[in-house]
């Protein structure tokens, strides 16, 4: 089993900065990609970033040169220019043994 808890969300005005963070504990051998995906209300849950054990980064084309997926004791996301469009629950993804895990989400809100 694998557990992940984020943590960072907030209320942020337009054009401000939050740091999305997401601890993984558990059987953490084998984790190949990691990732943040949202969910805005009404809306499907999307792909924000992913990150390989390699150092490999893909990022959706709107978070493009604003946010940016970091992986060390913890798995990362800095957003910075941050919209309104970008209010949503981020949650964390790990993928191992071909199962998806993920963990309860922490909100963002982005308004003035």
């Known amino acids: 089993q694998v557990q992940l808890v984020e943590s960072g969300g907030g209320l942020v005005q337009p054009g401000g900065s939050l740091r999305l963070s997401c601890v993984v504990s558990?059987?953490?051998?084998?984790?190949?990609?990691m990732g943040w995906y949202r969910q805005a209300p009404g809306k499907q849950r999307e792909l924000v970033a992913t990150?390989?054990?390699?150092g490999n980064t893909n990022y959706a084309d709107s978070v493009k040169g604003r946010f940016t997926i970091s992986r060390d004791s913890a798995l990362q996301l800095q957003m910075n220019s941050l919209k309104p469009e970008d209010t949503a629950t981020y949650y964390c993804?790990?993928?191992?043994?071909?199962?998806?895990?993920w963990g309860k989400g922490t909100r963002v809100t982005v308004s003035s």
């Open positions: 993804n790990v993928i191992r043994g071909g199962i998806n895990y």
């Open positions: 558990g059987r953490i051998s084998s984790i190949n990609t």
């Open positions: 990150i390989t054990t390699g």
